[in-house]
Every structure is written in C-alpha cells, then in structure tokens.
C-alpha cells in the first residue's frame, strides 16, 4: 500500500494534466484497484476529523444511511462487502441503525478495512463485521462516551465530587 506522499504525487501529476477532479480521481482509481483484487464491493466511509476538526455535520448520523442506500442499490450482494472506515465516531443509534441495515443487505459478509483510525461509533461499526483488516499504524476505540474529547465518565465524578464538596461547604458553590 503507498504512503500519503506517493498518493500526493499521483494527484498532483492528475491535476498538471489539467484534471479539475484528480483527487476524486485517483481515490476511485485505489477503490477500483481494490475491488479488482478482492471481488468484492468497497464502500469508502471516512471524514476528515484529524485534519478540519470542528466542522459539524462529520459524524456518523442517521443521513448517512441513505447515502449506504443509494451506493449499495445495484451491488451483487453475493460478493460481501469491503468497508473502508476512518472515521472519529457519532451517533450510536445512527450506527446501530447502519449496522442492522449492511447486515440486511450482505449478512456477515462484511469486513472492516481500517486504513488510519476508527474511533467511537467508527470503532463499533468495524466490531460489528465479520472481521476486521488493520495496518501496523491503525487503531480502533475508544468506545465509551465523550463529548468534545472528553470521556463522560471523568465529567459525571468531577460533578459527583463538586456536588459532595458544596454539601460539606456550601461556600464551594461559588467556586
């Protein structure tokens, strides 16, 4: 598999043939490589949550199974599915909601291909397939709940701690 700058280099050389879409084309160029040497679908799902973090509407939700629908529609289901996941996580009604929908569709024959990272709601999409194709760098988890990158669990003792505090000293309310 090649690194990001050898990547780089075969859309810079798409776009100085004067190509407006060499990005898009050389991802489907990889997709399409991909399926050819497994025979199986490909789905690429991925955000950009390391590189624009912040930007809102990047997480898993319940829009994206229509987007699901509409690339699964005329796929031979026989052929399994190859689910290309980097993503930071979501919403884990939207991704129960999907898993229950690609298992409809292609039952266990479903594997994760994890290229860089799948974390959260990424990380429960990639348990619930048959299996799981990570490189040497990739990680998936964590699971639990966090909001803005903090685990709920360490916000829920902070207010247990404050709460106990103020009813010792109710002078600690101010604070």
Not at 5 to 13: E, M
Not at 70 to 77: F, G, L, T
Not at 95 to 120: C, D, W
């Amino acid at each position: 598999m090649p690194n990001w700058s050898f990547v780089q280099s075969k859309i810079q050389k798409e776009s100085e043939k004067g190509d407006p879409h060499a990005f898009d084309t050389v991802r489907r160029r990889y997709l399409l490589d991909l399926h050819r040497h497994t025979g199986r679908n490909v789905i690429a799902y991925y955000s950009g949550f390391l590189t624009k973090p912040g930007i809102q509407g990047i997480e898993i939700h319940d829009e994206d199974k229509n987007g699901f629908m509409s690339c699964i529609h005329k796929m031979d289901r026989n052929k399994g599915l190859d689910l290309l996941l980097h993503t930071g996580g979501g919403s884990v009604a939207a991704t129960e909601s999907l898993v229950h929908y690609l298992k409809q569709m292609f039952g266990n024959n479903i594997r994760a291909i994890v290229p860089q990272i799948a974390m959260s709601a990424g990380t429960m999409l990639a348990c619930a397939c048959e299996s799981i194709l990570m490189g040497k760098h990739s990680s998936i988890g964590p699971v639990d709940p966090q909001i803005n990158g903090i685990p709920c669990v360490g916000v829920v003792e902070e207010v247990k701690k404050a709460y106990s505090e103020i009813i010792k000293d109710q002078r600690a309310a101010l604070v």
